[in-house]
């Protein structure tokens, strides 16, 4: 019977009176530790409590407490009177195994099994890491959040929390908060003549859900989807992540080029569009464009993802109904966010499924992630049916015209000759062009060293880019910041153009 | 020319001088449905502003507002003072349409092509449905909701929304905001005995997030998974809507049957296991279980998911560290919810990832939908970091024993002889047995009639289960509501035996 090596008590030693975890923990940890990394072997007797007690310092209960856990987790055993010892059970892989502690270089090498698309997640550069937390001159995508109604959603959510009826708190409908489904309903049918019943409208973790829930339902690996090209790389990684193989098709002036994408594959399940205002480009796709190819779809038994991620905001023109609202034969899911209205961080948007997909849909949410949480969903009703959307929707189209005018005026001040901005109709960018022969890539790359966010338009592209241009967001943009965005543009391309 | 037919002027009276949808919104639906139907052929000229404002009885502007936004979606065409047109190019097929409008039941035949995981969805059977909206005796898996901290929450959230900072707001962590993995992280380091770091905890939308991820980093379509059975049925459904192939392992005293489960099938990716507390059963795994079923994972190189659903409500006894405390290798991802803890609404769970791997589940989330709703996680963090948490913990422990306790004396005094209970150590439902012979199906259905919820054990088997129980969730049931189902279900199965 080997007794405990004392040489082995001194690590049990380090007992830390001061630490927040009770000794009686830190004394079963160590004990724990050194049973798992073979320091104490099994069969070995255990000093009686009160010794040990004594030897550490601590109260006999502390040490008790501690055996009575190492007891009940297996790794002692005894009887009393007999003293107590380390099981002797213990499968030898485990105690061989040592300290060893697990880290990322030491699994890596590996070479461990992902699935075939855990690889290429694994491969792929995460969307969402370009924009994460990018905030100031100028990030696209980025609503006012300096103008953001705070004190109407403290209001709000603290009056839901205390007022809450019990059914709210318990598992929600996978397709979302009814109240909050009609509302969208009834806002999606007078403001964009999107033709639905709340039924179809099920609520999304914003739009990168609606595309990653379509992808599931609608595709398997292999299959063809049309993308605009250049186009928005959130949908491009969603549907990649799907397996499935994206074809760039060009834009014109009237949007997405049907002819063309028919001529490269027409072997197609899926189209991705942004017709209200492409992104990044702000091309609106023309009526008769909507209508080819919603002739086309139906022709080919392809299905319409209609992304309508910020109609809200158009400054000039009247904005197009959604090309939903002209769909006959139900092949487009439409997809809106409050991402743009009101702040990325709220992760709340809807889709609108064809009536004879919506349960489809659901159980594809249920699976997911069951629903999104319902207290957000029901602050957002009575932000919405309060009537502060509308209020808030109106108040940033102003701000967000104002504050591209000053982009603009500073451009010309700062950057005439450089850099070519057209006034934009609607939306929270520009696109600016620059000189021929300028790379994007290299400019983008200097404004950054100048502390300046400016995506190159190439980095939309899945084709070669026709021309060299940035996305400059200035909805997002403080008026001071536009000014010192752009001044710092000026320096960071100084010698841009030798 | 054809003038439009003055016949056709009828429907676009229609006009509703009541409705909140203003007048020219009205006339513009109501022409360009006309258009759309083909009841005013391309070509057609319209009558003169005019004309048309006097013969509808509204204003000229009204008219004019109806005419610019049909020009500006090109519905209409034409020059000023030559009157206007219905554009000549709309394609016919579109005209041709008719006024059909979308409905399931048209589309429903037409055998739409939804991808293969499309249609398996489809058929699938919500796994949150049945627990929908399911409040009261005896729902399992609903927390005791009458005792939510509404006050605390309502305070939190308030002061969140106030002093907001900026980044807050946009685009945040796909692995979720720093504070809370720092909290968790703790959390069950403390706790749980959990080794991690922050780095390795993802916040997810519930475990049910944390199962769909998994399956898509490490599953592919075919591949083989270990369940308990009886098991979670949240989590086949998870794994079935991946592709995989659930093989079903029995359990015995220590859990799950290593050695049957070898016997069955050895080529397996991934083991799903709730060691703590087994759902439904409530077996805890033993700790030579655990450490035989890391040696065969690690040996068979899979994975092991383990879902700590519930571990905080433990009534006796001790509760056994995490079993991914013990695993050297990598092998373990960890799930928990809030679900059970605070309530299924806040929709937020963690996951834990061995270090090799957080990159991959981070892309995953990314692209499944971003991140979680960044002020949930900002509040959620207060609650845990302010000592609210662990309050609420040590309150619904002692309160779910007293609720457990209440139930054990109903069933002895209301239904002995007829429904086998016996305490358990932990967790928030019973799993009572029926007398040999008696449907547990049929009793449920009894139960349902009565308006009780007592969920049949055979639902949770796929294989043939052993014996006949129901579940009896308690911890969302008020005392009297507790008694008030017992006697329910005596009334219920009156007649069940003999």
Redesign the interface.
């Known amino acids: 019977m080997n007794k405990l090596p004392t040489a082995l008590t001194s690590p049990l030693l380090a007992l830390d009176q001061s630490s927040t975890?009770p000794l009686y923990?830190q004394l079963y940890d160590g004990l724990?530790q050194a049973i798992?990394d073979g320091r104490i072997v099994p069969g070995a007797r255990l000093p009686a409590t009160r010794a040990l007690a004594t030897e550490l310092g601590v109260s006999r209960n502390t040490v008790m407490s501690a055996f009575?856990?190492l007891f009940?987790?297996?790794?002692l055993e005894g009887r009393v009177g007999d003293g107590t010892y380390v099981t002797r059970?213990?499968?030898d892989?485990?105690l061989h195994?040592g300290a060893?502690?697990?880290?990322?270089v030491a699994?890596?090498g590996t070479g461990?099994?992902?699935?075939?698309?855990?690889?290429m997640?694994?491969a792929?550069p995460?969307?969402?890491?370009r924009?994460?937390?990018?905030?100031g001159a100028f990030?696209p995508g980025?609503p006012a959040?300096?103008a953001?109604p705070?004190?109407t959603?403290?209001?709000l959510?603290?009056?839901r929390?205390?007022n809450?009826s019990?059914?709210?708190?318990?598992?929600?409908?996978?397709a979302g908060y009814r109240p909050l489904r009609d509302a969208i309903a009834a806002y999606l049918g007078?403001a964009r003549g999107v033709?639905c019943s709340a039924e179809q409208v099920i609520i999304?973790?914003?739009s990168?859900?609606g595309l990653?829930l379509t992808a599931?339902?609608?595709?398997?690996?292999g299959?063809v989807v049309w993308m605009e090209d250049p186009g928005y790389l959130?949908a491009r990684?969603?549907l990649r992540?799907a397996g499935a193989e994206v074809i760039p098709v060009p834009l014109d002036a009237e949007g997405l080029d049907v002819v063309a994408g028919n001529a490269r594959n027409a072997a197609v399940?899926l189209v991705y569009i942004t017709p209200s205002h492409q992104y990044p480009t702000g091309v609106t796709m023309?009526?008769?464009r909507r209508?080819?190819l919603?002739?086309w779809a139906?022709h080919h038994?392809a299905w319409i993802i209609e992304d309508d991620y910020d109609s809200e905001y158009r400054y000039a023109?009247?904005p197009?109904?959604a090309l939903q609202g002209?769909?006959?034969?139900?092949r487009v899911i439409y997809l809106g966010t409050f991402s743009k209205v009101l702040?990325?961080?709220?992760?709340?948007g809807y889709l609108v499924a064809?009536?004879?997909?919506?349960?489809?849909f659901?159980?594809?949410r249920?699976?997911?992630?069951?629903?999104?949480?319902?207290?957000?969903q029901a602050v957002l009703t009575d932000f919405i049916v309060e009537g502060h959307f509308a209020r808030h929707i109106r108040r940033m189209r102003a701000l967000y015209a104002e504050r591209q005018a000053i982009l603009l005026e500073a451009i010309e001040r700062e950057l005439s000759g450089l850099l070519d901005a057209r006034p934009a109709e609607a939306g929270m960018h520009l696109l600016t062009w620059l000189p021929d022969g300028i790379n994007d890539q290299l400019a983008a790359q200097r404004a950054a060293e100048y502390g300046v966010i400016a995506p190159p338009l190439s980095a939309y592209n899945l084709a070669a880019p026709l021309r060299s241009g940035v996305l400059l967001g200035y909805a997002?943009v403080k008026p001071h910041a536009i000014e010192a965005g752009v001044k710092q543009l000026a320096a960071a391309w100084a010698k841009l153009c030798g």
């Open positions: 975890t923990r724990r798992l009575d856990q009940a987790e297996g790794y059970t213990l499968p892989t485990l195994a060893t502690t697990m880290s990322a699994l890596q461990r099994r992902l699935s075939r698309r855990g690889a997640l694994a792929t995460v969307s969402t890491s924009e994460r937390g990018q905030v990030a980025i959040i300096d953001f705070f004190e959603m403290a209001t959510a603290a009056r929390w205390r809450l019990s059914e709210l708190l318990g598992y929600g409908d996978p007078a033709r999304v973790g914003g990168q859900q990653d599931r339902v609608l595709l398997d690996s299959n959130g990684g969603a992540a399940r023309s009526l008769t209508l080819a919603l002739e139906t038994d023109g009247r197009l109904a002209l769909d006959r034969t139900g702040c990325p961080a709220i992760r709340l064809p009536p004879d997909l919506v349960d489809a659901v159980a594809a249920a699976l997911a992630d069951r629903h999104a949480p319902t207290i957000d997002g």
